[in-house]
């Protein structure tokens, strides 16, 4: 009798990743190792991406740490919030998202001039150009 072949079902699997965080909503990559993640490269495409960042990776004292654990968000058509580029265009409601050209783990608009990467994600509020903030988006 065969048992199948799914190894983890959840929807958040701990990896190490080889970046400090110092915010929740980075997109992530595959890392050096097995096990590990890095902030998506600027530009990354769709197909090299993890998925994104559960929580940050602060000490105790508020200083991001890096070679640690930290959640990823695997499952694709959920509902994330991903940490936009800091100098980020306006995103409008169902905006195409991808991972910013200049920024690792961070997305913007993709507007097909200024972002050309892969569609990651659609945005799902609105926000204003420079927020450098996070933006809820549905991840695809």
Do not use: W
Request: glycine fraction near 10%.
């Amino acid at each position: 009798m065969s048992v199948g072949s799914l190894v983890n079902d959840a929807d958040v699997v701990p990896f190490v990743t080889e970046d400090a965080l110092d915010a929740y909503g980075y997109v992530m990559a595959a890392g050096s190792a097995a096990g590990k993640v890095k902030k998506a490269p600027a530009g990354a495409s769709k197909n090299s991406i993890i998925g994104v960042a559960f929580t940050d990776t602060k000490d105790m004292d508020g200083n991001a740490k890096s070679n640690v654990p930290v959640g990823v968000v695997v499952k694709r058509g959920v509902i994330v919030l991903l940490k936009l580029a800091p100098d980020n265009q306006a995103v409008s409601y169902g905006a195409p998202l991808c991972v910013d050209s200049a920024t690792a783990g961070t997305v913007d608009y993709r507007d097909g001039t200024n972002e050309t990467g892969d569609v990651i994600a659609i945005a799902l509020e609105d926000k204003p150009a420079n927020d450098g903030g996070h933006v809820k988006a549905l991840l695809l």
